[in-house]
């Protein structure tokens, strides 16, 4: 490839802050809930790039094919690789393309097509562009990406304040993360956390179904992580997530505290024996990132502990797309009382609408 940037090159990375910055000095974007890719196209030359530098094309062939078809001029662009069911982005069908056999791959292409959502532009033609400001890469990047091209975007972008905070509440629906925040005179800092996330934030209760043990402990010393359920309208309790990162004096005093609960742990356990067969959400379970089950000690479901949360996916049962935080203790819940009722519904957004810069809600 002729191109002035060579790969591997390491991202520009965000630094969470809380609630939308009020300052003019910012570009708002919605934060994609992808892999972060860069593509390098030089013609029928293209290479998709991950985050830590592996090479993604083998499994996203229809994303080098519509990069190909856009006719763009050599350039490196930054951005996100996203699929869409149904109206919204799909995590589970993402994670589901990174698959070593190639027939696979090819099924996967063609039911649940990538796309390509660029946001930055690291160098166009013979011209690197690390150290223009990002207005002035966002406006080459608006012309190095052809209007109209197929699973080829740019993403939505506003620096006024009000519409940002407008985004930030609505575009979860249509499966968003958040917000990016970049500073107008930013230079792209490769591995450096120079711009900010604004990410959704929300509290849940939870039933405490489990643990494990911390993995650089003696078993039974200290607690690793708290496995959380909730109940479904026909009262299932799912598997829905972890809570961990607790200091070490909590994760032994932990140990001690719940330990009264593992006796008679197993006995009716819906996460174990025969009622852990009817499609319900289980811990540890063998899956196609993990071959083995993953050993986890049962508790009496008499706890409830409530964690902050950002962000759920997997459709109905929903599980937390990331581990929770802790935030108290519920002596005052009953455990059978936690739901899935607390989540809540995002409104509805045209996803369409946003990849194609043309921001509303969902026509019913």
Avoid at 186 to 209: F, M, N, Q
Avoid at 255 to 265: I, K
Wanted: glycine share 8%; hydrophobic share 40%; proline share 7%.
């Amino acid at each position: 490839m002729a191109l002035p940037i060579s790969p591997p090159v390491k991202p520009i990375l965000a630094t969470s802050v809380s609630g939308v910055p009020e300052r003019a000095d910012l570009v708002f974007e919605p934060k994609w809930d992808g892999f972060r890719c860069l593509v390098f196209a030089d013609g029928d030359e293209v290479l998709l790039q991950s985050r830590n530098g592996r090479d993604l094309a083998r499994y996203f062939p229809e994303v080098v094919e519509a990069v190909r078809a856009a006719g763009m001029v050599p350039a490196v662009l930054d951005g996100e690789l996203v699929v869409d069911r149904g109206a919204r982005l799909d995590w589970d069908a993402l994670t589901e393309r990174v698959h070593p056999a190639a027939s696979r791959v090819r099924k996967l292409a063609a039911e649940t097509p990538a796309r390509f959502v660029g946001f930055d532009l690291l160098a166009r033609d013979d011209e690197g562009l690390l150290e223009q400001p990002f207005t002035a890469r966002r406006d080459a990047l608006l012309e190095v990406v052809p209007e109209g091209a197929d699973r080829v975007h740019v993403t939505p972008a506003t620096s006024d304040v009000s519409v940002a905070r407008k985004w930030f509440h609505l575009f979860e629906g249509a499966g968003l993360d958040g917000l990016i925040a970049k500073p107008v005179g930013s230079t792209y800092t490769p591995g450096k956390r120079t711009l900010l996330k604004i990410k959704h934030e929300r509290t849940a209760d939870c039933v405490v179904g489990g643990l494990r043990w911390h993995i650089n402990t003696e078993p039974g010393t200290a607690v690793g992580s708290l496995l959380l359920g909730l109940h479904d309208e026909r009262g299932v309790l799912h598997f829905v997530g972890v809570v961990g990162a607790f200091p070490a004096a909590t994760r032994r005093r932990l140990a001690t505290e719940l330990s009264p609960l593992m006796d008679g742990g197993e006995r009716d356990h819906p996460w174990l024996g025969e009622q852990a067969r009817d499609g319900r959400r289980l811990p540890g379970a063998v899956s196609r990132w993990r071959t083995t089950e993953q050993e986890w000690v049962p508790l009496r479901r008499e706890r409830v502990v409530e964690v902050a949360y950002d962000h759920t996916e997997g459709g109905h049962p929903a599980r937390f797309r990331h581990t929770t935080q802790f935030v108290r203790w519920r002596p005052d819940r009953d455990p059978a009382s936690c739901g899935y009722d607390q989540l809540e519904e995002p409104a509805s957004y045209d996803l369409d609408a946003v990849l194609h810069g043309d921001v509303r809600p969902r026509s019913t």
